[in-house]
């Protein structure tokens, strides 16, 4: 099986990293009580924020906790270790390791911050209800910082103006009942995951303004840049639009000047358009361009009243 650079990247750093420093905060003896405690904390700051803003789209969501697990267990051999040792390391080897492990608390604690203050509703949300079939989701990006929605990039208006609008998205990826969102791993057929084909349904009533359905699927990891939102709907539900985005051609269920009902099927989700794999793209904007369709005002929201943040586990029962 040919795993992508994506996948391969990302595995790197949310799992072989980690492991890394786990195996070395094992292996190499600490200089002193404390900068070992300080070793400990810096490796559980880390973890934490891969499980805040680590991206899953491949491996489960729970892989964090397994890590913590194994730290958990190597830092107990190592406190064994620690205390039937008889030397005593020099002076400046334990003052350098607690320099080292406090500059690496700080780093971890720096990275954490946006992860954890991000993750708080803006006042005033628009609140739509749930957008897809019942189901295990996953929040891959949502968010008021970039650290765990990199959707925010697109408020820079000087360079992103067209595509304004969707600044303030999620993207909800599909699981099975253990966390699995993949049959395989980085599979490039987009059928091999979970959330593809499964029914989207309108989060508001209101009128079709905009629906699009004959882009192609791109295998993973491959984007069409040409086309960010693929096969698309755009549903003005009152004085905002809805958008949703990236589904598979031929399932749009919908037309121009259609009415729908909140919870109504309007297709089924894909991997078309600006993807790196199948999931639904959902946002909120004030009003709607017509030459930059995406170029509307971003606006906050809820789903069921639930602020949506990455790694959000979200269960649809009905």
Known sequence: MVVNAFAQQLALFQIGLPLLLIILNAAIPSASSTGFLLRFAAIG?????????????????????????????????????????????????????????????????????????????????????????????????????????????????????????????????????????????????????????????????????RAFDDAPDMRVPVMDRSNMAGNHVFIACGEWTVVLGHMAPGSVQVAVGDRVSTGERIGRVGNSGNTNAPHLHLHVQRGSPANTPLGGEPVWFTIDGQFPVRNDRIRITN
Do not use: M
């Not at 057929?189 to 209101?206: K, N, S, T």
């Open 45 to 209: 700051v880390a973890l934490i924020y891969l499980a805040l803003a680590g991206l899953w789209l491949f491996e489960p969501w729970w892989t964090p906790l397994i890590l913590g697990v194994l730290h958990g267990v190597a830092t107990l051999l190592a406190v064994r270790r620690l205390r039937t040792s008889g030397r005593r390391p020099q002076r400046w080897a334990q003052l350098g390791e607690i320099g080292v492990s406090v500059a690496a608390v700080g780093t971890a604690l720096f990275l954490l911050y946006p992860a954890v203050s991000g993750r708080y509703a803006p006042n005033a949300p628009v609140d739509l209800a749930s957008p897809l079939e019942p189901g295990h989701y996953l929040v891959a990006n949502g968010g008021t910082t970039t650290a765990i929605n990199a959707h925010l990039l697109f408020q820079d208006p000087e360079r992103f103006d067209a595509y304004s609008g969707q600044a303030r998205a999620i993207d909800i990826i599909g699981t099975d009942r253990w966390g699995f969102s993949t049959t395989g791993l980085s599979p490039e057929d987009p059928e091999r995951y979970a959330i593809y084909g499964r029914h989207i349904l309108a989060p508001c009533a209101g009128e079709i303004v």
